[in-house]
């Protein structure tokens, strides 16, 4: 059965702050890693992920991936109030055509950033 | 805890039918549960709200004549894309809260991808 893990759950800094949330994951026939940041109802994406030790930036905001260790970090620098989000990691597998094609979400880690 | 699932987990149908996608809570009771389209490489659109034993609550742009909504019970929801077309080809998710309506308690389901022929 196909995993994601995310932590921690959740998560208080100040602003300015630098912030690694994690994402490890288990999946059969990996295809790639999606970060999603969720403020109000619908998530809104952050990076695709597929090849391993390649940084996937943003502003602030950066990604990367580990295959050999099935893990993704999240990296958000100089934090301010408006990164208080939730935060979702997701797995997508190889779609092979014969096969389900369905998404693993990890539960999320809640960020809150104080001023 | 805290799990979703839907079913089917794909499904290929011609144009012109009608498909229902399920949108199950396991273990837990959701008084709310959302229904997704997701594109490649994009945000999740939110299509709809659906609260236990009352009409669902439609976003803007989106036919709540085409896409029928149903929860009738607190761990049951589902979306009948009606007269589903080539364009409504996509991938469908649900996600659950537990009843705070709090975004930040959502659980999401696995996605259901269609593709109409």
């Known amino acids: 059965e196909d995993k994601v893990v995310q932590s921690p759950l959740s998560l208080v800094v100040h602003e300015g702050d630098t912030v690694t949330l994690n994402c490890s994951y288990e999946?059969?026939?990996?295809?790639?890693l999606l970060w999603y940041k969720q403020e109000k109802k619908a998530p809104t994406f952050l990076f695709m992920l597929?090849?391993?030790?390649i940084e996937k930036k943003s502003g602030r905001l950066s990604s990367i991936l580990d295959k050999k260790e099935l893990f993704s970090i999240l990296n958000i620098t100089a934090t301010q109030t408006g990164d208080s989000a939730v935060y979702l990691c997701?797995?997508?597998?190889?779609?092979?055509?014969?096969?389900?094609?369905?998404?693993?979400f990890g539960k999320g880690t809640k960020l809150s950033v104080i001023p | 805890g805290a799990v979703v699932s839907q079913h089917p987990s794909r499904v290929i149908c011609k144009s012109g039918t009608s498909v229902k996608i399920e949108c199950r809570s396991l273990d837990f009771q959701a008084t709310t549960m959302f229904w997704y389209r997701q594109f490649p490489k994009q945000s999740l659109m939110l299509m709809a709200t659906?609260?236990?034993?009352?009409?669902?609550?439609?976003e803007q742009g989106v036919e709540k004549d085409k896409f029928l909504i149903n929860h009738a019970s607190l761990t049951l929801s589902t979306l009948t894309v009606t007269s589903a077309h080539p364009e409504d080809s996509s991938f469908y998710i649900c996600?659950?809260?537990?009843?705070?309506?709090?975004?930040?308690?959502?659980?999401f389901g696995p996605g259901t991808r269609l593709t109409v022929l």
């Open positions: 597929t090849s391993s030790g």
């Open positions: 659906s609260n236990e034993g009352s009409k669902a609550t439609y």
């Open positions: 997701a797995v997508e597998p190889s779609y092979s055509g014969a096969g389900s094609y369905q998404l693993t």
């Open positions: 999946v059969t026939n990996f295809r790639s």
């Open positions: 996600s659950a809260d537990t009843g705070t309506g709090k975004y930040n308690e959502q659980f």
